[in-house]
């Protein structure tokens, strides 16, 4: 598989901003994927950006791409104790299989 | 509900004792995968199929099976399990490889001693 690599903790104070990045190696990626892992349970879709795109907003969710670098980021506005998880960057490419980074423990303080 | 469901949660066996994980989805999803998710190396893919009776090998297929005889399941099969199979396993789903929302299970602890 490619190389997806991923901080793998993080602690920030709730009420911050939380920004998890990622990197990756393939340049065919087309779609990038975050997912959210809460414990004891599966992942969960949080939101995707298309390769083309350089940012994408959903409400306190702000997703940068930087092609160039093969960089993506997560960021977490007003970040609350219900925030806290594991989360994965993903990539497909061009075999359309989906490949996961380490994850990153999000641990918020209250 | 839309769901993916594996069996069992939890289960401890001995090395060399085959068992089956079960997945069933409820979607009529063609694309099926299992990963497995270690500390440290996130999730990788065990065994994908993209339809009935079509299945491949992801990243780390060794000492494992897996079949598609129905679209709905997708059992992962371990003939002679050994402790460094010891892992989170998880099936998911999707409409179509690659592109689209995978939906997950709750995943399967499983230890080998």
Redesign the interface.
């Given at each position: 598989g490619e190389d997806v690599e991923q901080s793998l903790f993080l602690s920030v104070r709730e009420g911050d901003s939380s920004v998890i990045n990622c990197t990756y190696t393939d340049s065919s990626s087309t779609y990038l994927y975050w997912y959210k892992q809460e414990p004891g349970a599966g992942l969960q879709l949080l939101t995707y950006i298309f390769s083309n795109m350089d940012m994408k907003q959903d409400q306190r969710l702000t997703v940068l791409l930087n092609k160039k670098d093969k960089h993506l980021s997560l960021r977490i506005a007003d970040t609350q104790t219900g925030d806290s998880a594991i989360y994965f960057c993903a990539e497909t490419q061009s075999t359309n299989n989906l490949f996961f980074g380490t994850g990153t423990r999000l641990t918020v303080i209250p | 509900e839309a769901q993916?469901t594996q069996n069992p949660r939890y289960l401890i066996t001995v090395t060399g004792k085959k068992l089956t994980v079960t997945c069933s989805q409820n979607m009529n999803h063609e694309y099926m995968?299992w990963?497995r998710q270690d500390p440290?190396?996130?999730?990788?893919?065990i065994y994908?199929s993209m339809n009935v009776e079509v299945t491949d090998k992801?990243?780390v297929p060794e000492g494992y099976k897996v079949s598609r005889k129905e679209k709905r399941n997708f059992p992962l099969i371990l003939e002679s399990p050994s402790p460094n199979q010891t892992s989170l396993y998880?099936c998911?789903s999707n409409i179509r490889?690659?592109?689209t929302?995978?939906f997950?299970?709750?995943?399967t602890r499983l230890t080998v001693v």
């Open positions: - | 993916v995968s990963y440290g190396l996130g999730l990788r893919q994908y992801g990243d998880f998911a490889q690659g592109r929302e995978a997950f299970g709750q995943g």
